[in-house]
């Protein structure tokens, strides 16, 4: 089946824009999650939503980040006035709430690059 | 606050050369250890999940194990194929959902 889909795949932006990112979970999965992956560091977690859950932001390095989930499906994450220290590859994920333990399935990413 | 380090940074193994990837974790209340695969310009791949010390899982020519303190990953006779970084990653504490990743090790296999 479809698995998790990322849109845009690459995205150039100049420093103080605003840009937005999107992510299309698994279908059916309830859970999704952002992640933040820069050059030569881990995989750092932003934010999770769960179904009408209140999202859990504690991994939201400013207030210029944002996300939202819409009709428990797709979700949108936005930055504000861009910094260069922004550029990495955003990662979305979705699971199945009915996991034992929730084993996350990931999109291709989107590198974002600020200029 | 929860620890991952994996090693070696990056390993560059011959065609059948068989090896091992660490993870070594200090954390209170494992929950779960999760294996991951990624290819360059794409999302990681879940490849395991272990929830106990002495658990074992195979898949192809990979096996992961876990101790108390780490687990590997075995790659046995690999192919160039095999050729990923492998990310590993833990769930602990109050949070089911939250993973605490390690850097990776970057494998190459040459034919």
């Known amino acids: 089946g479809a698995g998790v889909s990322q849109s845009p795949s690459n995205k150039v932006t100049e420093k103080g824009k605003d840009v937005e990112l999107r992510c299309d979970p698994i279908?059916?999965?309830?859970?999704l999650y952002w992640y933040r992956q820069s050059l030569g560091q881990g995989l750092e977690f932003l934010i999770y939503f769960q179904g009408n859950s209140a999202p859990d932001k504690s991994g939201l390095p400013s207030d210029r980040f944002s996300a939202e989930r819409t009709g428990g499906s797709v979700s949108t994450l936005t930055i504000q006035r861009t910094q260069q220290e922004d550029s990495a590859v955003y990662l979305c994920?979705?699971?199945?709430?009915?996991?034992?333990?929730?084993?996350?399935?990931f999109g291709p990413g989107t590198r974002l690059t600020v200029l | 606050e929860d620890q991952v380090t994996q090693s070696p940074e990056a390993l560059r193994l011959q065609e059948g050369e068989s090896s091992s990837l660490n993870c070594s974790y200090t954390?209170?209340?494992?929950?779960?250890l999760f294996w991951y695969r990624q290819d360059p310009g794409k999302g990681p791949e879940f490849l395991f999940t272990?929830?106990?010390a002495g658990e074992e899982k195979e898949k192809e020519r990979l096996k992961a194990t876990l101790t108390k303190k780490e687990s590997f990953l075995h790659i046995t006779a690999p192919k160039p194929e095999d050729s990923a970084t492998y990310l590993c990653?833990?769930?602990?504490?109050?949070?089911?959902?939250?993973?605490?990743f390690g850097k990776g090790t970057l494998l190459t296999v040459e034919s």
């Open positions: 279908s059916g999965h309830t859970a």
């Open positions: 954390v209170s209340g494992l929950r779960g």
């Open positions: 272990l929830y106990s």
């Open positions: 990653a833990l769930n602990s504490g109050g949070s089911n959902y939250k993973l605490t």
């Open positions: 994920a979705s699971s199945d709430r009915t996991s034992t333990l929730l084993s996350q399935y």
